[in-house]
């Protein structure tokens, strides 16, 4: 839509508070700052609940894989030729043993429930979850039968562990006596202290060895699963299904949607209310665009009327008042995309100093699984946010400038 320089000129002018105006300037600024708050927000919520699908993805699948491979009966005896054949099956980038546990530590007293992981040494320090999450200690220290195990950073805090004290693992498959049966209690040194960002690993991980799991759970030679990754964690089912019919009878193969299903599925639905509900507000803002104009051609009926006598067009008209629509649109969304990304960059300042000035806490990681608040931003959907404010601004001004473009010059000037 090209103007001429008259039509610039008016549309300037509507644009700019003029005498007795000063209502539909403040009213064409709440729009302004509506449609700003809007997209703000929009995008703001959008790029956190994708941040947090992508951080809570990251680490799930991170310590989990993309599917595991499940012995009946909590073992996989010939795990050697089940781990060879997912590592040759097309389309699996890695495959590694795994024992994992619920078990119960206590520490001078205290007790917590851990899920013990026993991992190949090569596995735990090549984990591109814990690499460079160690807090205190080291994980090259995890030697198999050196009785040292790495723990989850709010397990520690709630033991009261720190690095080279010693933990107790109880777990109740141990020896059969006419008595019954005897729970195995180990003690193992805490040799590290990681925090991979995510709650609930951090308050019950107990890291050691597979060897050292295998002792502790007797278990022989045996693992409990084989965790794999994929090279597209969209198609896993697809990619894993030849492995599934090998390995069926001896084991079950479940992926990252079976065992996470719940959780990601609550993040779907979430997203998309969340979007459909902010998107409300953009639709409130364009409103009082649409109010503002109206108010604006009822407050330059006589100016309108001139022009129409020293010939200014129809369609002229109806550009002019577009133009001013639009333009507040424009103004409102570029506010709201400059104000969405200034606090994605300062989240969690933000997040911090209104938990200091209420003295709530917003960001309970408990609750919220990570420990941060994430964020991810996707610029197709701030494209998406970008055209349905325009879009919606666009359509507000359609009715106004009608309204301007019908005017009878005639009716208006009879009596001036």
């Given at each position: 839509m090209i103007l001429s320089r008259y039509e610039r000129m008016i549309a300037r002018r509507y644009l700019l508070p003029g005498k007795g105006e000063a209502f539909i300037f403040l009213v064409a600024s709440i729009s302004l700052v509506a449609v700003m708050l809007g997209v703000a927000a929009l995008i703001i919520v959008m790029s956190v609940m994708n941040g947090f699908r992508a951080e809570l993805f990251d680490k799930v699948v991170g310590l989990n894989g993309h599917a595991v491979v499940q012995g009946y009966g909590g073992r996989i005896p010939n795990w050697r030729e089940v781990l060879q054949q997912a590592k040759a099956t097309p389309g699996v980038t890695a495959a590694v043993p795994l024992i994992e546990q619920p078990l119960m530590a206590s520490y001078e007293g205290r007790v917590e429930g851990v899920l013990v992981r026993g991992m190949q040494r090569r596995d735990i320090l090549t984990n591109p979850t814990l690499q460079g999450k160690v807090l205190a200690g080291s994980l090259e220290d995890l030697q198999p039968g050196s009785g040292r195990v790495g723990i989850g950073a709010r397990l520690a805090e709630a033991l009261g562990a720190t690095v080279g004290g010693s933990i107790t693992i109880i777990s109740p498959q141990g020896q059969t006596t006419p008595f019954g049966t005897v729970p195995r209690i180990v003690d193992y040194e805490v040799a590290a202290i990681f925090e991979v960002g995510v709650y609930d690993y951090d308050k019950a991980f107990v890291v050691m060895p597979i060897e050292d799991a295998q002792t502790l759970?007797?278990?022989?030679d045996d693992v409990q699963m084989i965790?794999?990754?994929t090279e597209?964690?969209?198609?896993?089912?697809?990619i894993?299904?030849?492995?599934?019919?090998?390995?069926a009878g001896r084991a079950a193969v479940a992926d990252w949607r079976r065992m996470n299903a719940s959780l990601f599925e609550a993040l779907a639905v979430e997203r998309v209310a969340m979007f459909i509900v902010l998107s409300l507000i953009i639709l409130v803002a364009v409103f009082n665009i649409l109010s503002s104009l109206i108010m604006l051609v009822r407050a330059k009926t006589r100016d309108i009327a001139i022009l129409r006598t020293m010939g200014a067009t129809r369609r002229g008209l109806m550009k002019v008042f577009i133009t001013v629509g639009i333009t507040i649109g424009t103004l409102g969304t570029a506010a709201g995309l400059l104000l969405g990304a200034v606090f994605l960059f300062f989240r969690q300042p933000i997040v911090d100093a209104i938990q200091v000035l209420t003295g709530q806490n917003l960001w309970d990681p408990s609750v919220r699984f990570l420990t941060e608040l994430p964020s991810k931003t996707d610029p197709?959907?701030?494209?998406a946010v970008v055209i349905m404010a325009l879009g919606f601004s666009f359509l507000a001004t359609l009715y106004p400038a009608y309204k301007a473009a019908s005017t009878d010059p005639v009716q208006v000037l009879r009596y001036e």
């Open positions: 759970l007797m278990l022989g965790e794999v990754e597209d964690a969209e198609r896993v089912g697809e894993l299904a030849p492995l599934a019919a090998r390995v197709f959907e701030v494209a």
